[in-house]
């Protein structure tokens, strides 16, 4: 994790509780690792969304129609797998 070794990390807390004390640490933690959560959300969201703007970008520039036309075989697909159930 970016090149920190045991002994850098050992330090590093060692500072954080002389400045912060015992008491501060865990809330410390506790936010830190909720920030962390939240900018992976964030970034997990912006992915989402660039995919879907790259599909929506390739239907723009598809056949007029084929939208539906996939939506009426997926439809025709599910009712065949209906009527084989049935059987």
């Known amino acids: 994790m970016f090149g920190f070794g045991f002994p850098e990390i050992l330090v590093i807390l060692i500072i954080l509780f002389l400045l912060f004390g015992a008491k501060k640490l865990p809330e410390i933690g ?5 920030t ?10 912006r992915k989402a969304d660039k995919e879907e ?6 239907e723009v520039h598809a056949i007029p129609g084929l939208k539906e036309v996939r939506e009426i075989k997926e439809t025709a697909d599910k009712i065949k797998n209906i009527t084989k159930i049935l059987k």
Do not use: M, Q, T, Y
């Open 53 to 58: 703007k790259k599909e929506n970008k390739k």
């Open 30 to 34: 506790e936010a830190l690792g909720k």
């Open 36 to 45: 962390v959560k939240e900018i992976r959300k964030i970034r997990e969201e």
